[in-house]
């Protein structure tokens, strides 16, 4: 992932974050925490882009952790797709989601990721 940060292609580098959250999520292990960070992080990446494929994507992996749903993370992962997808092209993430100024992170609701 390191390297893949240095890529000056956020759609990519928020698509490749989404598939490896969709592998997570498919082979039916339990590490909803990693699916969520990775679905979370791809999610800010693409903040302020209209990036179809990663859309599609999320909507994915929403439908293949709905079942849990008592889990917060998948909870909030869910609202914040969905703000996402209706806003987030808009602009900026929302102002409760943003970390210290320049800290280079967003945090949603529970979760901290680097953008």
């Not at 210290?100 to 609701?109: E, Q």
Request: aromatic share 4%.
């Amino acid at each position: 992932m390191p390297q893949l940060d240095t890529m000056k292609a956020p759609g990519f580098r928020s698509v490749i974050r989404l598939d490896l959250a969709l592998a997570l999520a498919r082979q039916g292990r339990l590490e909803l925490d990693r699916v969520c960070a990775l679905a979370t992080e791809a999610v800010a990446i693409s903040w302020s882009r209209a990036v179809a494929s990663a859309s599609n994507r999320a909507d994915e992996l929403l439908a293949i952790t709905r079942t849990h749903g008592e889990v917060r993370d998948v909870r909030e992962l869910a609202a914040f797709v969905r703000e996402w997808q209706r806003q987030g092209v808009r602009g900026r993430l929302p102002a409760d989601s943003v970390g210290a100024a320049g800290s280079g992170k967003a945090s949603w609701p529970n979760q901290e990721v680097l953008l």
